[in-house]
Nanobody, 122 residues
């Protein structure tokens, strides 16, 4: 079983920055694909970014490209999401998720954190 705990959310003005972190339990974190998702009020949860097991491959949804950066530190069992140039439409609950695979083509996130709120004011 893997437990994921997010932190770093908060309230920020448009154009500002936040850094989200996700701490994972378990000894096999380095073999997982990790992802960030978000859910805005009244909307479905959507994909934001993902990173492969060793950090040399990443993918972003179009709306955050050039503004968000996902990274990981396998020695610390953490994955981070640096969010710059934030916009009001980035307001959502952000979730960390883990897919226990090294297969980049698979999208089966078995483990989810509890979420952290990000609010961007205009």
């Amino acid at each position: 079983q893997v437990q994921l705990v997010e932190s770093g959310g908060g309230l920020v003005q448009a154009g500002g920055s936040l850094r989200l972190s996700c701490k994972a339990s378990g000894r096999t974190f380095s073999s997982y694909v990790m992802g960030w998702f978000r859910q805005a009020p009244g909307k479905e949860r959507e994909f934001v970014a993902r990173i492969n097991w060793n950090g040399d491959r990443t993918l972003y949804t179009d709306s955050v490209k050039g503004r968000f950066t996902i990274s990981r530190d396998n020695a610390k069992n953490t994955v981070s999401l640096q969010m710059n140039s934030l916009k009001p439409e980035d307001t959502a609950v952000y979730y960390c998720a883990a897919d226990p695979t090294t297969n980049w083509s698979r999208w089966e996130y078995h483990y989810w954190g509890q979420g952290t709120q990000v609010t961007v004011s205009s």
